[in-house]
């Protein structure tokens, strides 16, 4: 099945402690994202990659690191997570930027950093 | 910069009802593609119906349909015989070239 995999769906974590999200998808994709999702702002994009080891800030990327080291592959790294990055996550990716066919998301990850 | 704008943040329609979402865009570009993207409360992002701009022809997808004005930057979603299943937040979605842009999107509440 041709999907994005997102993990974990929840997550809950103290200020400070790193960690990571991961999404890989399964489609060939060129083009991978990350969005956060805050009510009233809808989906802002972190971080995007338009392919492998290509990688460029989106409009809310502080706090925040990527890696692109495979097609399939584009973790969101919180290096030390603070309560403002509260919030619901998601990866995406299409075939290129601007496919017609557009986004295919994951399936959301809930943080919560107290 | 593009922008995508969904003016109403709140809507509700009763059960067999018709309802239209709106958004409006501003872009300098000519070539692009407009998405509605329905979020139900499983939070899954689904894709609704899309649109592309040198097209004339109104998309359609069985009871969701646009009516997008080029010239006005408009793309508004109609649902038709609204139904319980419709109850979700609805987003808006501008794909230029180098950028991708969301609305901050619309809940909607069907009433049965």
């Known amino acids: 099945e041709a999907q994005v995999t997102q993990n974990p769906r929840y997550l809950i974590t103290v200020t400070g402690k790193k960690l990571t999200v991961t999404c890989s998808q399964n489609m060939n994709h060129e083009y991978m994202s990350w969005y956060r999702q805050d009510p009233g702002l809808g989906l802002r994009q972190i971080y995007y990659s338009m392919n492998v080891e290509v990688t460029d800030k989106g409009d809310v990327p502080e706090g925040y690191k990527v890696s692109r080291k495979e097609k399939r592959n584009f973790p969101l790294i919180l290096e030390s997570p603070s309560p403002n990055q509260t919030s619901l996550y998601f990866c995406?990716?299409?075939?290129?930027?601007?496919?017609?066919?557009?986004?295919?998301f994951g399936s959301g990850t809930r943080l919560t950093v107290v | 910069a593009q922008t995508v704008t969904q003016s109403q943040p709140e809507m509700s329609v009763q059960e067999a009802e018709t309802v239209t979402l709106s958004c409006t865009y501003d872009t300098s570009e000519n070539n692009y593609y407009l998405f509605w993207y329905k979020q139900p409360p499983s939070r899954q992002m689904i894709l609704v119906i899309r649109?592309?701009?040198?097209?004339?022809q109104n998309a359609t997808e069985n009871r969701f349909s646009v009516n997008f004005q080029k010239a006005a930057k408009s793309f508004s979603l109609k649902i038709s015989d609204s139904q319980l299943g419709d109850t979700a937040m609805y987003f808006c979605?501008?794909?230029?070239?180098?950028?991708?842009?969301f609305g901050t999107g619309t809940k909607l509440q069907v009433i049965p």
């Open positions: 649109q592309e701009a040198y097209k004339q």
């Open positions: 995406a990716s299409s075939l290129w930027v601007g496919s017609p066919n557009g986004y295919t």
């Open positions: 979605a501008f794909w230029g070239y180098q950028k991708v842009t």
